[in-house]
């Protein structure tokens, strides 16, 4: 099953990268726009997922290679598409400077753009409020665009030494604007130093975006090795993640979850058998349920 939602996760990778193929763009920035794309979407959680892959699919994200932007422009950009810079006010100066150039020249390297009511806040710690993740999405942007950041992950995935610790590097050292440092939104100032992700978001960050993503460039680049090597990985990393699924098939099953891959394949198992009722399609349920009784199958998830 982890196998099975890794492959999952490559071929909703490749539907993207045919899409933006034949929408006749380089390959080149069509694996960063596609690393871009994903990632957004997993900044989000649960609760702003569709609205962060929203965001990132609405960047003209390949206009922007050939300009020498700064990060406050890339800022500008990510909030005004978001909706967030719509009523700013003018006393806050870096809202105003967003603002400015935002209506100056960063619209044009959008296809659109969101209300800032799409975002939800409710019951979530600040920390993980959408204007963070934006700020930090920003700073994944910039790098992207303009420090190899997508060279750097392949880099890192073909050496032969402490392969994990140089990804989680790699995106630990992401610079938000300093702005973000200090501030949870436009109107709300922390009096802490925020850290602008954490440990759990880049470890799940790895595990359902850049291993599927670099097994689909390798696939398609013939790089058996890469492939491999990747899969080895996956199926190596300790679980670093609890969520109400995995606890859940924990008590379940009577097990305890120790490896990415078996967390992964929890996840799968849950949202793709169980709560479907799809017993009779899994070994597990083949063995438990008797075939002549009616059975409730989804009383086996208990929350």
């Given at each position: 099953?982890?196998?099975k ?5 490559s071929?909703r990778?490749k539907d993207?990268?045919?899409i ?13 726009k596609?690393l871009?794309?994903?990632?957004f979407e997993a900044?989000g959680?649960?609760?702003n997922?569709?609205?962060f ?7 003209l994200?390949e206009?922007?290679f050939?300009?020498?932007f700064?990060q406050?422009?890339?800022d ?12 700013a006010?003018?006393?806050n100066?870096y809202a105003?400077q967003?603002?400015?150039?935002w209506q100056s020249?960063m619209n044009?390297?959008s ?7 799409e ?9 993980n409020?959408p ?7 920003s700073?994944?942007?910039?790098s992207?665009?303009?420090?190899s950041f997508?060279e750097?992950l392949?880099i890192s995935?073909?050496e032969?030494?402490?392969?994990i610790k ?6 630990k ?5 300093i702005?973000w440092?200090k501030?949870?939104?436009f109107?709300?100032p922390?009096k802490?130093t925020?850290?602008p992700i954490?440990?759990?978001?880049v470890h799940d960050?790895i ?9 689909e460039y390798a696939?398609q680049?013939n790089n ?5 090597l990747?899969?080895k990985?996956?199926s190596?990393?300790k ?7 995995t ?5 379940q099953?009577h097990?305890?979850?120790k ?11 849950h949202n ?7 017993c ?10 008797v075939?002549?009784k009616p ?6 998830i208990l929350?």
């Open positions: 099953m982890g196998l939602r890794f492959h999952y996760r071929k990778i993207r990268f045919e933006l193929k034949n929408s006749g763009l380089n390959e080149n920035i069509i694996w960063k596609l871009m794309e994903f990632i900044l959680f649960s609760k997922k569709s609205q892959l929203k965001l990132g699919k609405l960047i994200f206009n922007l050939n300009n020498n700064t406050i422009h890339i500008a950009l990510l909030f005004g598409i978001a909706g967030f810079l719509d009523n006010s003018s006393n100066q105003f967003l603002k400015s150039h020249k044009k390297f296809c659109g753009k969101m209300d800032s009511s975002w939800n806040f409710f019951r979530l710690r600040p920390q409020f204007t963070v993740r934006i700020a930090y999405a700073g994944l942007s910039y992207i665009l303009y420090n997508f750097k392949i995935l073909s032969n030494k402490k392969i140089n990804l989680f590097s790699l995106f050292k992401i610079e938000i604007s702005y440092q501030n949870y939104s109107d709300k922390s802490l925020l850290k954490g440990a759990q978001r960050i595990i359902n975006v850049v291993l599927p993503l670099i097994f696939l680049n058996e090795k890469l492939c491999n990747i899969l990985i996956y190596s990393m679980d670093e993640s609890k969520n109400e699924i606890r859940t098939m924990e008590n099953f097990i305890k979850i490896k990415a891959i078996e967390s992964q394949g929890a996840i799968h198992l793709f058998y169980c709560v479907k009722g799809k009779d399609f899994c070994n597990i349920g083949k063995n438990v349920f075939k002549d059975v409730d199958y989804l009383r086996i929350y």
